[in-house]
């Protein structure tokens, strides 16, 4: 397939796309933008790809499925066990007993990226297995593919994507379908699905648990920082962060704490 995008065309919509939502288009992913936006002009019949640019700059609708378009969802049940075993062997543990101290008994999560679910979902599963009986948690998952949003809404995952869900919490926790799993309604109601761009204030406050999990990936520096210092912001004292095996604040001078415990490494908000 010939090139869809001029210099200047490439340029324009890279410009518009990082100051939109952070994502950083290079030279070395130029084909991956060209792809997609193809598929968007061939879909919406616009002729030429600077009337597509001019729709999605007086279209707010439109803005939101290009961005959507143009993102990378790819995600599974229980990715990086080793994330979900710090979880269970020292953030909950350490959360359950500041908590007690304190007098309280909920936790507050944020899978922010969630893309369809599937993260969300396992940490709510983790929780309900090994929190006390007297504790209960929210789990806000956010992301801004729309697509992705609503796939994890119904709840409703193929046979081969449950694969890394263990055989008891698929029994506990879905119902088999006609050609998958649906999860039951006891835990999709411990979830609640939301738009929500990482550029913007998420308005959520006194976070214990952030996952933030291969999505900085896809951002230069600068939106990196500025997304982790908004955690920051939104996170309880003692509270802790998930970014992907891959990624690090190395060098980015936030206020987190590094932390390595025997499963992974993570981050911790102290003050
Ligand atoms: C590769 S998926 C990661 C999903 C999951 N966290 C995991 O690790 O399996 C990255 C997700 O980040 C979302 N994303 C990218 N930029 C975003 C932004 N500015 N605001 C919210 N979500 C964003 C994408 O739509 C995509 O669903």
């Avoid at 994502?23 to 933008?33: E, Q, V």
């Avoid at 959507?68 to 599974?76: C, H, M, Q, V």
């Avoid at 679910?117 to 956010?142: C, H, R």
């Avoid at 609503?150 to 088999?176: I, N, R, S």
């Amino acid at each position: 397939m010939a090139d869809l995008l001029s210099d200047e065309e490439f340029d324009l919509f890279r410009n518009v796309i990082y100051k939109e939502c952070g994502i950083s288009f290079s030279d070395t992913n130029r084909s991956i933008l060209d792809s997609r936006l193809h598929e968007r002009l061939r879909d919406t019949g616009v002729p030429t790809v600077k009337d597509y640019y001019n729709k999605i700059i007086s279209d707010g609708e439109e803005m939101k499925i290009m961005l959507d378009s143009i993102t990378t969802n790819l995600t599974r049940f229980f990715r990086n066990q080793a994330h979900f075993d710090t979880l269970t062997n020292y953030v909950i543990p350490e959360l359950v007993n500041y908590k007690k101290s304190r007098g309280e008994t909920t936790i507050n999560v944020w899978s922010a990226g969630c893309s369809t679910g599937e993260e969300p979902y396992t940490i709510a599963m983790i929780l309900k297995e090994i929190l006390p009986p007297d504790f209960s948690f929210q789990i806000t998952a956010s992301d801004i593919s729309l697509k992705s949003l609503m796939v994890g809404q119904k709840g409703f995952y193929a046979d081969a994507k449950v694969e890394g869900v263990p055989a008891d919490y698929l029994t506990k926790y879905f119902t088999k379908v006609d050609g998958g799993y649906q999860v039951k309604k006891d835990l999709m109601d411990t979830i609640r699905f939301d738009y929500h761009n990482l550029k913007n204030d998420s308005g959520l406050r006194n976070l214990d648990v952030v996952f933030c999990r291969n999505v900085l990936i896809y951002f230069d520096e600068p939106a990196q920082r500025a997304v982790v210092n908004k955690f920051y912001d939104d996170m309880a004292k003692n509270s802790f962060l998930f970014i992907g095996h891959s990624e690090s604040l190395f060098g980015m001078n936030t206020k987190f704490e590094f932390l390595k415990t025997d499963w992974a490494c993570l981050y911790q908000k102290n003050e």
